[in-house]
């Protein structure tokens, strides 16, 4: 009775995983997807959990103490690295189209069917011992669950319940279930969105089901964690348990087994399948990287206390350790929870068989059975029929001869073996993809005979090392094979090849064949010449963040193809309508016509292509394509020539240009800045020299005065007996050239203000004609000492205003007025003063008839210190300060002073003024 | 935090991440003793392992 409700509950459970999945697809259907999140891609890669996991992680802490955790902690440390590596992978499968692990690394060594068929059967070779280990695990709990409510287990009777073989209806009745589950969509690059919907859940029944279990035994078995440890512990058999050494794990094989488990967690087909094919988003992987993790540490939180509460509790009763978790419910009489343990092994055995068949038919029928058929012409695409099924069917069959496979090898090898013991054989076979893998996408060196004799050399060390090795080990007792080696040679012992020891041996057979395999990989890669393809695919794998999302198409290619060829090549893998709806949507893209088309081009060949590489693997579409296209080979050159423009023009000329526009935009800028700068410069070396000059002069300017001063000074105090006519005569000369000296101080500090815009200004409306006459009263005392006569000629009329300052004006006045006396002939001279009204403007005329001034002094007597006439003609007569203060305070005024003057003729200075507003009538 | 400095920060826990769970610091706690009810190198190795999980997930999840 007991046994109808295990099977009927399975059944339901199974059937609930198909309503989710049913459930799934029609969400993704409708584009609102239930697996586009990071929480599901986390829950997904749970997959990695298995019946290894769910029981075998007991059975191993109850031998190996802590050895079963290198196995969680390996892929913990690679997540912390998934932000590079697989990223950086499901970007490559995202833009290439890759169905499987193999299609990518066949893809990576120039689509390789050879080289994706290697990788198919390493990889189905590999996974069924993990395969046997699930069908070992569920027939196994089922036959302990069935013997409920005794708790017998006896492994030679597991085949035999009721005349029935449970382990060979277990096989079959998951492999229908795979069937059903995994092929019903054709399309390998379409998202699985049930499948993930559904191993998802399984995630959490898997968790929460071991979670129940672990609170079942910690806290109803024992009073809490503290007890169950004090208790066990008190075991010194137990307390070894709880630390490194020879008897349980050594520091040695747990860092083979943390190493190995990097791997597997990034090459086990399942993990391939959903953490890079299935990935939405290569954003979630951040969230996984953490979260993944974080669901690994949460299983393994009850397995160390499980398996000492089973030592403790199986003490005196005979139990297979890896039966604990459902062993220990059953003991306590609690058949609820042991069922529902059994449902949880039972969803993580289904996962893996799930997942993994997907994969594995998936790369049994693209990648080694269909490059098989088309080259064998047994496939013929030239030829009408209906290819999509076969391709079906044949993933239909490769699950069976798998889950077959994998019963077989339950049956051949050691049926004592614990399960993590089995699994571990086939970390250690999907690890040798790792050379050719890792060093496809990082090294572009590795050629595709390099690939090819790795992964040989590998798998045969694998292969000899371990499964054969396996099966030479009943019940635990290895046979002569395994203890003197083949043929008594002991250097060939499979444990122990060229006699070394110290390891165990799986750490072993990683050593030897990840040595044999990447030693292989490396030195044939640089002996060997890539082809032409090869070159291209390495640079798209390795360089793949340098290619835009639009850039997918290289085209490689050159060649004749009717549309019509392939449109039936397409119609026959992918069915008319989805062949219609596709090259539909590529003439909207294109502007094409297909009623006007047909020749194919370079880029609808690589279009579809791509399209049968999404449904028969690359490998396989490139033989298809071949098939009816009539290709030319192109040149070495050629092709390096299409590499040079396509791949690193396409990948680099957006930067390029961006950085281009940068650039020009800041030399622009600095071009700018640069003549602003050289300007400024400039003008800051015109000021210093004009300022050095300015200083030598004023400082020779005050020098002359005091020099006088100074030397009649010292002749005054040297001659206290000196007349009394020369003493005055010699002060007076002191007094004047004080005089001088104070005048020059106070004009160059007048000058020094006006320059520096520093001067103080009285602007006020000033009347000029009063302000002439002023101006002519006080220099009439001068120009009567040296005989001058002033005249004004000024318009008689209203008196016109100026805006100004006066004391200002005045001095401009004064200075004219002096410098005109000063240089008119003495007793004879004559200066005139006039006015002139011209539209809003005042011209003041002040002229003399001196001696006139040179046409190439005429501009210089507006700098300082310079004056007119020839030094050697005497004493200056002034400080060469009058007229640039006056040019500076007509300049402020807004008007504008010059000298017109003919040698011998006299000089005329003028300034202009603008009339204030009130006389603009 | 800066983009680079986000990818210089995982390749440094990936290193410290090896070095805790390997041979000489494990092997300062390989003890069974009880330490607040569990043994000593138990309570280290989820400690340990629980500290690079939260470490990735600062890296990942912070100031983004």
Redesign the interface.
């Known amino acids: 009775m007991f046994g109808g409700l295990i099977l009927l509950v399975s059944l339901l459970y199974l059937g609930l995983l198909f309503a989710i999945a049913y459930y799934g697809d029609r969400r993704a259907d409708r584009g609102r997807s239930i697996i586009n999140n990071p929480y599901v891609y986390a829950l997904s890669m749970g997959v990695y959990c298995t019946a290894w996991t769910y029981y075998g992680s007991v059975g191993r802490a109850s031998s190996s103490g802590?050895g079963f955790?290198?196995i969680y902690?390996g892929p913990?440390?690679i997540?912390?690295?998934w932000?590079?590596v697989l990223r950086k992978m499901v970007r490559i499968s995202r833009m290439n189209r890759i169905t499987t692990i193999a299609d990518f690394i066949a893809s990576r060594y120039g689509k390789s069917s050879t080289l994706g068929g290697l990788v198919t059967v390493i990889a189905v070779v590999g996974v069924i011992p993990y395969i046997s280990l699930q069908l070992n695990a569920v027939s196994a709990s089922f036959t302990l669950l069935w013997g409920y409510p005794e708790l017998r287990f006896d492994p030679s009777d597991r085949f035999t319940i009721s005349g029935l073989d449970t382990a060979l209806w277990v096989t079959f009745g998951m492999a229908a279930f795979a069937i059903l589950f995994g092929t019903r969509h054709l399309d390998v690059t379409e998202h699985h969105e049930g499948l993930v919907a559904a191993i998802a859940f399984e995630s959490i029944v898997k968790l929460l089901a071991f979670l129940a279990v672990g609170f079942f035994v910690t806290f109803a078995l024992f009073n809490?964690?503290?007890d169950l440890?004090?208790q066990a512990?008190a075991d010194p058999d137990a307390?070894?348990l709880?630390?490194?050494?020879a008897e349980t794990i050594d520091?040695n094989q747990?860092?083979w087994l943390?190493f190995l488990s990097m791997l597997a967690i990034l090459f086990l087909p399942r993990q391939f399948q959903m953490a890079v094919l299935e990935n939405m988003d290569e954003n979630h992987i951040?969230?996984a990287?953490?979260l993944f993790?974080?669901y690994l540490?949460v299983i393994n939180?009850f397995v160390?206390p499980i398996a000492l509460a089973g030592l403790i509790v199986f003490r005196h009763q005979p139990m297979d350790a890896d039966l604990f978790v459902l062993g220990l419910p059953m003991a306590a009489g609690n058949e609820l929870l042991a069922l529902f343990v059994f449902i949880g092994g039972l969803s993580a055995a289904t996962s893996m068989v799930i997942v993994d068949t997907v994969a594995l038919s998936t790369m049994v029928s693209n990648d080694l059975m269909m490059p098989l058929l088309l080259k064998l012409r047994i496939v013929r695409p030239s030829e009408r029929g209906d290819y999509g099924g076969t391709l079906l069917s044949i993933r239909r069959i490769a699950i069976v001869v798998i889950m077959v496979l994998g019963y077989v090898y339950f049956r051949v090898t050691d049926t004592a073996a614990s399960l993590v013991s089995i699994g571990l054989i086939s970390f250690a076979a999907v690890a040798q993809f790792a050379p050719a893998f890792l060093g496809g996408i990082y090294w572009k060196g590795g050629t595709r005979l390099g690939a090819l004799s790795g992964l040989v050399a590998g798998f045969l060390v694998w292969g000899y090392t371990l499964p054969l090795a396996a099966t030479h080990s009943f019940g635990g007792a290895p046979d002569d094979f395994l203890l003197y080696g083949p043929w008594g040679i002991s250097w060939l012992r499979p444990h122990n090849l060229f006699n070394l020891t110290g390891l165990d041996p799986v750490s072993h057979s990683l050593f030897w064949s990840l040595l044999a395999n990447i030693g292989a990989y490396v030195i044939v890669s640089l002996l060997t010449r890539p082809s032409v393809i090869e070159q291209g695919q390495a640079s798209r794998f390795v360089n793949v963040f340098d290619y835009s999302a639009e850039s997918e198409a290289i085209f490689l290619w050159r060649g004749t193809a009717t549309v019509q060829a392939l449109r039936s090549l397409l119609e026959r893998f992918l069915g008319q309508a989805r062949t219609e709806r596709e090259l539909n949507d590529y003439a909207r893209r294109h502007s094409l016509d297909w009623t006007q088309m047909h020749q194919a081009d370079a880029e609808l060949v690589q279009f579809a292509e791509r399209l049968l590489a999404g449904v028969m693997g690359a490998a396989s579409a490139r033989v298809a394509i071949a098939s009816v296209v009539q290709e030319e080979r192109l040149s070495m050159d050629e092709v390096l020539k299409l590499l040079d423009e396509t791949s690193q023009v396409r990948a680099y000329s957006r930067q390029l240009e961006n950085r281009t526009r940068q650039l020009e935009e800041k030399s622009r800028e600095l071009e700018a800045a640069t003549a602003e700068l050289r300007a400024a410069n400039e003008r800051l070396q015109e000021l210093d020299r004009l300022k050095d000059d300015f200083i030598s002069t004023v400082t020779h300017e005050l020098r002359t005065p005091l020099t006088s001063i100074r030397a009649f000074s010292e002749i005054l105090y040297d001659n206290p007996t000196l007349d009394e006519e020369r003493r005055t005569q010699f002060v007076g000369i002191i007094l004047k050239e004080s005089e001088r000296l104070s005048r020059l101080i106070n004009q160059v500090l007048d000058l020094a203000k006006l320059e520096a815009g520093a001067a103080e200004w009285n602007t006020t409306e000033v009347d000029l004609h009063a302000l002439i006459t002023e101006a002519v009263r006080a220099s009439s005392g001068m120009a009567e000492e040296k005989g001058v006569r002033i005249l004004t000629r000024i318009d008689a009329g209203p008196p016109l205003f100026v805006w100004v300052d006066q004391d200002r004006l005045m001095q401009v006045m004064l200075n004219l007025l002096s410098n005109a006396i000063k240089f008119s002939p003495e007793g004879r001279g004559e200066v005139c003063i006039s006015t002139e009204r011209r539209d809003d403007w005042l011209i003041v005329h002040v002229a003399d008839n001196g001696v006139g001034i040179r046409p190439e002094d005429q501009k210089v007597i507006f700098d300082k210190f310079r004056q007119g006439g020839d030094r050697r003609m005497g004493k200056p007569q002034g400080t060469g300060l009058g007229l640039p203060i006056s040019a500076q305070i007509i300049a402020h005024f807004g008007g504008k002073l010059w000298v017109e003057s003919e040698p011998g003729k006299g000089a005329t200075f003028s300034f202009t003024l603008p009339l204030s507003p009130s006389d603009h009538r | 935090m800066r983009s680079g400095a986000r990818?210089s920060w995982?390749?440094v826990?990936?290193v410290v991440?090896?070095l805790l769970?390997?041979?000489p610091l494990?092997?300062l706690f390989?003890?069974?003793a009880?330490l607040f009810?569990?043994?000593v190198?138990?309570l280290y190795?989820?400690s340990a392992?629980?500290g690079?999980?939260?470490a990735?997930?600062l890296i990942?999840?912070r100031r983004r």
């Open positions: 802590l955790l290198p902690i913990t440390l997540a912390v690295l932000w590079f809490g964690p503290v440890f004090t512990m307390a070894r709880a630390t490194f050494g520091y747990w860092a943390t951040r969230k990287s953490w993790p974080l540490l939180l160390f | 990818e995982l390749v826990l990936f991440g090896c769970f390997s041979y494990m092997e390989n003890d069974a009880l009810g569990a043994p190198s138990v190795l989820f392992w629980l690079v999980i939260g990735v997930w990942h999840e």
